[in-house]
């Protein structure tokens, strides 16, 4: 599974992200990435429901791309 998360802050709920992506295993689930994606709304265009932002849109696709391999 790919693990995203977001918040308004600077943070992007990057400590959420930690327990959740940290005790996944636990409940037998294979983590393949995880992604945090702060200042959402300045990071994100709602209208065209996309991220504007390059480098975590690089992020983004390369986490779903991990979900094919073994």
Do not use: R
């Not at 994606?37 to 390059?54: A, H, L, R, W």
Request: net charge negative; aromatic share 8%.
């Amino acid at each position: 599974m790919v693990y995203l998360a977001t918040s308004p802050g600077p943070g992007g709920a990057q400590s959420v992200l930690a327990a959740a992506s940290g005790s996944a295993p636990y409940f037998a689930a294979d983590v393949k990435a995880s992604v945090s994606i702060p200042s959402f709304y300045d990071n994100f265009d709602v209208e065209q429901q996309k991220i504007t932002n390059g480098e975590l849109a690089d992020q983004v696709a390369s986490a779903v791309a991990q979900l094919t391999v073994s």
